[in-house]
């Protein structure tokens, strides 16, 4: 079988139904074998967003994602898109074409060694140099990108690889499975602190949605009366109508997870990383406080100056022990009724009113308005970011899709598209910038021509928002390189030169009700709303530790 073949062959029977690329010389025999194939092929209009969609549609999924880019630009175009994915540990399945390796390292066009170039951004490399490495490259990285701590494997193909033959029967050969390595020898340790903490609280990363160990997390929050706060990318592993749920942490958190941090005589940490964005000199716990870590990959321990117990292990094996072990825990009266005051007394969740400019939090909320389990909500990177993580009562995992731990602008809308491929029977919503979807504003073209009918929020507010409130804030409003407003294009315009559909939206009033025409008309479409040039993502910790926390309304 040609090499070309055998590739779609292997991802076929891996169960791959979508792959997001973009042709060029070196990979032009496997675009001549997609036309056998039962793998869509969606053609992106620029190779970084087709890794944004392929990491949209593994995290909507839970499945790996797949993208492919020709050899040079094609593959130095993927890198922010595969960083991204690596950043947030998703699965994601890196094709890219190369010269034939007669001319390796001679600089023939479109050369690039993409193999160096991807390494520190994915979880693991392969350069098939011979086409007998095919199967192993293609089983052993699914396997990779999808055990442990998940992330992207990138598969290098040079020209001459995949146009020589392979025997069909090496294609089905089986590999030794991914060592995933855990100590669970600490578990009755942490049990006994569980046993004994007064005012225990769980933060609930990313880890726990991938684990697929919300049931879990939430059995284990209930037994032992723990509050639950979550970074951006754990929101959805508790709903956010449960009572134990004080919602989003980090720099631009809710002060009543912030407070409820300081307070805890114990913190069960689990999939999540104590990055600068969540643990800094403002949200530091007592120095009492102990810390139950439970991770996959050990390189995330002790990120900390307190006492620790490190469980290297799945989210859902440790969860599952530690309730089967735990004894029934004797009434919390005192931490839950401080916990009640804490969400009582959180003014975070005000939504704005009817008065003008639109206030972004109005717009957040009529989009709770419109969200069901059955909506997913990408987001770009930024102020909407922001007020989307503060606002939105996301209630289930995979529910938001964000850009964590690398901060990509661009995102949120090639996410989008990747999100309502992997999961057509769902409303997609993209809640953007101006700046971050200038960035991509091509895709709409992709949007189109695949029929895929997302709703883009645009929060228009004429400035690159977050960069301007650091200036404002910290830089004495020296605005340099955050004005977009000038030279904006008219986003209604631009879309239905695309062959999509623009709703200009200029009153608080209109918002609702261009949310629904824009789902109602079964096409991509732009719902460009004009926010408030001035208003900030509040409450703030400052980079700076010596200044103090900027709280904006919340009193405490």
Same mark, same amino acid.
């Given at each position: 079988?040609?090499?070309? $073949?055998?590739?779609?062959?292997?991802? %076929?029977?891996?169960?791959?139904?979508?792959?997001?690329?973009?042709?060029?010389?070196?990979?032009?025999?496997?675009?001549?074998?997609?036309?056998?194939?039962?793998?869509?092929?969606? #053609?992106?209009?620029?190779?970084?967003?087709?890794?944004?969609?392929?990491?949209?549609?593994?995290?909507? &999924?839970?499945?790996?994602?797949?993208?492919?880019?020709?050899?040079?630009?094609?593959?130095?175009? #993927?890198?922010?898109?595969?960083?991204?994915?690596?950043?947030?540990?998703?699965?994601?399945?890196?094709?890219? +074409?190369?010269?034939?390796?007669?001319? =390796?390292?001679?600089?023939?066009?479109?050369?690039?060694?993409?193999?160096?170039?991807?390494?520190?951004?994915? *979880?693991? !490399?392969?350069?098939?140099?011979?086409?007998?490495?095919?199967?192993?490259?293609?089983?052993?990285?699914?396997?990779?990108? =999808?055990?442990?701590?998940?992330?992207?494997?990138?598969?290098?193909?040079?020209?001459?690889?995949? !146009?020589?033959?392979?025997?069909?029967?090496?294609?089905?050969?089986?590999?030794?499975?991914?060592?995933?390595?855990?100590?669970?020898? @600490?578990?009755?340790?942490?049990?006994?602190?569980?046993?004994?903490?007064?005012?225990? #609280?769980?933060?609930?990363?990313?880890?726990?949605?991938?684990?697929? &160990?919300?049931?879990?997390?939430?059995?284990?929050?209930?037994?032992?009366?723990?509050?639950?706060?979550?970074?951006?990318?754990?929101? +959805?592993?508790?709903?956010?109508?449960?009572?134990?749920? =004080?919602?989003?942490?980090?720099?631009?958190?809710?002060?009543?997870?912030? !407070?409820?941090?300081?307070?805890?005589?114990?913190?069960?940490?689990?999939?999540?990383?104590?990055?600068?964005?969540?643990?800094?000199?403002?949200?530091?716990?007592?120095?009492?406080?102990?810390?139950?870590?439970?991770?996959?990959?050990?390189?995330?321990?002790?990120?900390?100056?307190?006492?620790?117990?490190?469980?290297?292990?799945?989210?859902?094996?440790?969860?599952?022990?530690?309730?089967?072990?735990?004894?029934?825990?004797?009434?919390?009266?005192?931490?839950?009724?401080?916990?009640? %005051?804490?969400?009582?007394?959180?003014?975070?969740?005000?939504?704005?009113?009817?008065?003008?400019?639109?206030?972004?939090?109005?717009?957040?909320?009529?989009? !709770?308005? /419109?969200?069901?389990?059955?909506?997913?909500?990408?987001?770009?990177?930024?102020?909407?970011?922001?007020?989307?993580?503060?606002? =939105?009562?996301?209630?289930?995992?995979?529910?938001?899709?964000?850009?964590?731990?690398?901060?990509?602008?661009?995102?949120?809308?090639?996410?989008?598209?990747?999100? *309502?491929?992997?999961?057509?029977? *769902?409303?997609?919503?993209?809640?953007?910038?101006? +700046?971050?979807?200038?960035?991509?504003?091509?895709?709409?073209?992709?949007?189109?021509?695949?029929?895929?009918?997302?709703?883009?929020?645009?929060?228009?507010?004429?400035?690159?928002? /977050?960069?301007?409130?650091?200036?404002?804030?910290?830089?004495?409003? $020296?605005?340099?390189?955050?004005?977009?407003?000038?030279?904006?294009?008219?986003?209604?315009?631009?879309?239905?030169?695309?062959?999509?559909?623009?709703?200009?939206?200029?009153?608080?009033?209109?918002?609702?009700?261009?949310?629904?025409?824009?789902?109602? &008309?079964?096409?991509?479409?732009?719902?460009?709303?004009?926010?408030?040039?001035?208003?900030?993502?509040?409450?703030?910790?400052?980079?700076?530790?010596? #200044?103090?926390?900027?709280?904006? @309304?919340?009193?405490?």
């Amino acid at each position: 079988m040609k090499g070309s $073949r055998a590739l779609l062959k292997m991802l %076929e029977d891996k169960g791959v139904e979508t792959m997001f690329g973009y042709p060029g010389g070196q990979v032009i025999p496997i675009f001549d074998e997609i036309l056998n194939s039962t793998v869509r092929h969606v #053609l992106v209009r620029h190779e970084q967003c087709a890794a944004h969609m392929a990491d949209g549609y593994a995290r909507a &999924s839970g499945k790996a994602g797949v993208c492919l880019a020709t050899s040079g630009p094609g593959a130095t175009n #993927l890198v922010t898109g595969v960083a991204t994915a690596f950043a947030d540990s998703i699965p994601v399945i890196v094709l890219t +074409g190369q010269v034939s390796t007669r001319v =390796l390292g001679m600089g023939a066009f479109q050369e690039v060694d993409a193999f160096s170039l991807m390494m520190p951004v994915t *979880k693991y !490399n392969y350069r098939v140099l011979d086409l007998q490495m095919l199967p192993e490259a293609i089983s052993r990285g699914w396997d990779i990108a =999808l055990s442990g701590r998940q992330g992207p494997v990138h598969i290098d193909l040079p020209v001459d690889a995949i !146009n020589s033959e392979i025997d069909e029967s090496l294609l089905s050969r089986s590999f030794e499975p991914v060592e995933v390595r855990e100590d669970l020898s @600490k578990l009755p340790y942490a049990i006994s602190l569980i046993g004994k903490a007064q005012r225990p #609280l769980i933060i609930a990363g990313g880890g726990v949605i991938s684990s697929n &160990s919300s049931a879990e997390l939430i059995k284990l929050a209930e037994m032992i009366r723990a509050p639950v706060i979550m970074p951006l990318m754990g929101l +959805g592993s508790i709903p956010h109508s449960h009572p134990l749920s =004080l919602g989003a942490m980090g720099m631009h958190g809710k002060m009543c997870t912030l !407070n409820a941090l300081k307070e805890a005589d114990l913190v069960i940490a689990i999939g999540t990383r104590f990055s600068d964005r969540s643990h800094s000199m403002h949200n530091q716990m007592s120095q009492s406080c102990k810390v139950i870590q439970i991770d996959v990959d050990r390189v995330e321990f002790d990120k900390h100056s307190h006492t620790a117990v490190n469980v290297l292990a799945d989210a859902k094996k440790a969860m599952q022990i530690i309730t089967a072990q735990l004894k029934q825990q004797s009434s919390k009266k005192a931490w839950d009724d401080r916990i009640k %005051e804490l969400k009582m007394r959180c003014c975070c969740n005000d939504i704005g009113d009817d008065s003008m400019p639109i206030s972004p939090r109005r717009v957040m909320a009529e989009i !709770n308005k /419109m969200m069901d389990d059955d909506t997913i909500i990408t987001t770009d990177v930024g102020q909407n970011q922001m007020w989307a993580m503060h606002h =939105l009562k996301i209630n289930r995992p995979r529910q938001l899709i964000s850009s964590g731990g690398f901060g990509t602008m661009g995102f949120g809308f090639p996410a989008a598209i990747g999100a *309502k491929i992997a999961k057509p029977d *769902k409303k997609v919503m993209a809640i953007v910038g101006d +700046g971050g979807l200038l960035m991509v504003i091509q895709e709409l073209a992709t949007a189109v021509a695949e029929d895929v009918p997302v709703v883009i929020c645009l929060m228009n507010n004429g400035w690159l928002g /977050m960069v301007k409130q650091w200036q404002n804030l910290f830089w004495k409003e $020296r605005y340099s390189g955050t004005m977009l407003y000038k030279s904006n294009p008219d986003f209604v315009k631009l879309a239905e030169s695309f062959g999509a559909k623009g709703i200009r939206v200029e009153k608080p009033s209109e918002i609702g009700k261009a949310f629904k025409e824009a789902f109602a &008309s079964d096409t991509v479409c732009i719902v460009d709303i004009h926010v408030d040039q001035d208003e900030a993502v509040l409450p703030m910790l400052p980079p700076n530790p010596t #200044l103090p926390i900027i709280k904006g @309304k919340c009193p405490f």
